[in-house]
């Protein structure tokens, strides 16, 4: 017989236990605003951006990528930011007051100026350019649906069921079940979707499919916190399709080899200067040159 766990009261007032919260409870705090003092490093191209390639930094680098492929002179200088530490420090906070990546900052006018939170990047970016985003306002508006929708979800998809999951110190029964049942759900919802698409808001390929590919496609992958047999991904055979053919995009390619600092040496490009970057700069270029 397993000894059931004593109910959680929760006290009149919180207070903040700084040893809870699992594997990353050392750069979790209750408060805004920086810890140090550090400048960010400023590049020679028109748009900086200070990122890792977790699945929100992923969106911004294959934009770029895929503007770039495209034929827009969209050049970026790509920097590499640390979860716990650059994260906090003053340079950061003050082009993303909320201390998350991507951040931002244009360049390319007469004043620079912040641009955060990945779906705002993706959004400024199109405009900017005029690509990957519909002009059409029914398919505008379809577009931009599916992009909040995945600015809505994914919190479930990470937050919760992947903390609980993957990151949490114990295994809680009802947290998993709760948000596999949602993620699951969510994975129904993009699968009925592409059953009558070849993309996520109809025939082209937008900014929708950027901002959601790292996150359900990671998923649909069984790439994400390991969870595919768990949650039994294959099931999902229109959102593998269009997962799989998004991944075979040159630009999806470079852009989620972009600040990672994780996994095969060659996919690692821990910044972005220049184009050539892919070819003489992965981590297992550099570490060969040493």
Known sequence: MTDTPAEYVPPKVWTWNKESGGRFAA?????????????????????????????????????????LEAGHPAEYDGWLLTIGGDQFGSGFVAINPNSKIPALVDRSGDKPFRIFESGAILVHLAEKFGAFLPTDPAKRAETLSWLFWQMGSAPFLGGGFGHFYAYAPTKIE??????????????????????????????????????????????????????????????????????DEVAERPAVQRGRMVNRTWGEPSTQLPERHEASDFETKTRDKLEAAK
Do not use: C
């Open 174 to 243: 009802y947290a998993i079940d709760r948000y596999a049942m949602e993620v699951k759900r969510q994975l129904d919802v993009l699968d009925r979707q592409l059953a009558d698409n070849k993309f996520i808001a109809g025939d082209e390929y937008t900014i929708a499919d950027i901002a959601i590919w790292p996150w359900y496609g990671g998923m649909a992958k069984g790439v994400l916190y390991e969870a595919g047999e768990f949650l039994q991904v294959q099931e999902y055979k229109h959102l593998n399709r269009w997962a």
């Open 27 to 67: 750069i979790n705090r209750p408060i805004a605003g920086p810890t140090h003092e550090k400048e960010l490093p400023v590049g020679r191209h028109p748009f900086q951006l200070y990122s890792l390639a977790t699945p929100n930094g992923v969106k911004a680098t294959v934009m770029f990528e895929e503007l």
